[in-house]
């Protein structure tokens, strides 16, 4: 896609211009879970995606099964794409709900209906959003997060762990999915030795 936008380079680097798809990398893996009209759970993966503010989560997406399930329930759930559903959640992007309507099924995974919001919790993901949606318009899905949930494997004293979960990335650059790595420092603290 040519947006026929010129640029000026910038000197000492390899400069991509405008047309070229990455645009912020590494992108999280979520996993978006709504009813379908026969109360059957449907999956998909979205990796643009990102938290919106304090107690929101913002997805950038076309109109499909999804949405137009969003359309009927008003409700979803988000949860991560980790290293041990890394083959399951792949699937859940590659095919439609519309051909394969019930995917959720078809890999093995279970569900439970959210206590919450009108949507399934995928029990094999470790983390959950319970979300309503605050707004749905040109592609852009706003959900406020009313409940998030961990199954207690991830937790380290009573906080989610990173280590445990092991999520996974998308990088555009390579097409492929990332692991989270090791810590390399402190928020708020590594940057403190420029303000002595």
């Known amino acids: 896609m040519s947006t026929n936008v010129t640029f000026n380079e910038v000197a000492g680097r390899k400069n991509f211009g405008p047309d070229h798809a990455l645009v912020t990398t590494p992108q999280p893996c979520v996993m978006i879970a709504t009813w379908n009209k026969d109360h059957t759970p449907d999956v998909m993966m ?11 989560i913002v997805v950038s997406m076309s109109k499909h099964k999804t949405t137009e399930n969003l359309e009927q329930t008003g409700a ?5 794409a980790d290293i041990r559903t890394i083959a399951e959640s792949d699937f859940f992007g590659l095919v439609s709900g519309n051909k394969f ?4 099924a078809k890999v093995g995974f279970t569900f439970t209906p959210s206590p919450n919001v009108d949507a399934p919790v995928i029990n094999e993901y470790p983390l959950t959003l319970e979300c309503k949606v605050v707004s749905w318009s040109g592609g852009i899905l706003i959900g406020e997060v009313v409940n998030m949930s961990a199954d207690e ?6 906080k989610v762990d990173l280590d ?7 990088d555009a650059a390579s097409m492929t999915y990332r692991a989270i790595g090791k810590v390399v420092g402190k928020a708020w603290g590594e940057g403190k030795k420029f303000t002595e």
């Open 164 to 170: 445990k979960l092991q999520p996974v990335v998308f």
């Open 101 to 104: 309507p019930d995917k959720v």
């Open 76 to 80: 979803f759930t988000v949860s991560f």
């Open 46 to 56: 979205a990796a643009w995606a990102g938290q919106y503010d304090y107690k929101q």
């Open 153 to 158: 494997s991830i937790l380290t004293n009573g």
